[in-house]
């Protein structure tokens, strides 16, 4: 049986935290180890934090979304906002000298994470809706021989 839990926030950087905290309780009630809870947690955050920082030029008094549903197979978790969309989703890479720690990007890297540790990644307006979603199957059990 799917469950469905849809939070709605404004879009202030001040809700952040508790959309993470209340995102990693959510993963804690299913098969994922707490690294995976702690990386699905990261991946909203970084969401939610673009939503604020990039889909309205003014966030106060906008609001958005993250919706949970969780399946027999796995979660699946959308974010939602009313403001600018992206143009696309593109696979994203990082380009920094791993020897040279000062050129490590300060940001632009939200996208990457969420591309690296969730399972599929989609980005689609509908009607005057963004919406990015991101899946993570549930680990495998492998049986004892």
């Avoid at 990386?39 to 939610?48: F, Q, W």
């Avoid at 990015?132 to 049986?143: A, I, N, R, Y």
Wanted: proline residues 6%.
């Amino acid at each position: 049986m799917a469950v469905e839990i849809k939070m709605v926030v404004e879009a202030d950087l001040k809700q952040v935290f508790l959309v993470g905290l209340a995102v990693n309780g959510i993963c804690s009630h299913y098969p994922f180890t707490k690294l995976e809870g702690y990386l699905i947690e990261t991946c909203v955050v970084e969401a939610v934090i673009n939503v604020v920082k990039h889909a309205y030029e003014d966030p106060n008094g906008q609001e958005l979304a993250v919706v949970c549903r969780a399946d027999k197979d796995g979660m699946t978790i959308e974010v939602w906002d009313w403001g600018k969309g992206m143009s696309r989703l593109k696979p994203t890479t990082l380009d920094f000298d791993p020897k040279d720690v000062t050129s490590l990007p300060e940001s632009g890297m939200g996208l990457f994470i969420i591309q690296q540790v969730m399972d599929d990644v989609e980005y689609f307006p509908v009607g005057d809706k963004n919406v990015l979603t991101m899946s993570k199957k549930f680990p495998t059990q492998e049986l004892p021989h």
